[in-house]
């Protein structure tokens, strides 16, 4: 009923820049927090930025500066903007949706929280 579809991953070579994009399909009523985790070979999932319903923004200390997280609540949409990219970006970007409120079949108001499945981002010359 709630799925999470991203898009922008890609190759890239250092120094360069790549927008993700995170849209929430369904009958989305409200979310709360949106955020982007990465994941790269042989390391724990980590998070890379997140912003609220708000527009508070939280970052990865290894992306602050280069990083920025942005959201159209209108669309359901998140983006996560990369500059300044570094080959350690190298990872599996994974979009994450918490306290997504939606109608369900029936017309009841659900809850539930999601995960996109995973876009590549390869930083290398």
């Known amino acids: 009923q709630v799925q999470l579809v991203e898009s922008g991953g890609g190759l890239v070579q250092p120094g360069g820049s790549l927008r993700l994009s995170c849209t929430v399909s369904?009958?989305?009523?409200?979310?709360?927090?949106m955020g982007w985790y990465r994941q790269a070979p042989g390391k724990e999932r980590e998070l890379v930025a997140a912003?609220?319903?708000?527009?508070?923004?939280n970052y990865a200390d290894s992306v602050k500066g280069r990083f920025t997280i942005s959201r159209n609540n209108a669309k359901n949409t998140v983006y996560l903007q990369m500059n300044s990219l570094k080959p350690e970006d190298t990872a599996v970007y994974y979009c994450?949706?918490?306290?997504?409120?939606?109608?369900?079949?029936?017309?009841?108001?659900?809850?539930?929280?999601?995960w996109g499945q995973g876009t590549q981002v390869t930083v290398s010359s």
């Open positions: 912003i609220t319903l708000g527009g508070t923004t």
């Open positions: 994450n949706a918490n306290d997504i409120y939606y109608s369900d079949y029936l017309g009841r108001t659900s809850r539930t929280d999601s």
């Open positions: 369904g009958s989305i009523i409200s979310i709360n927090a």
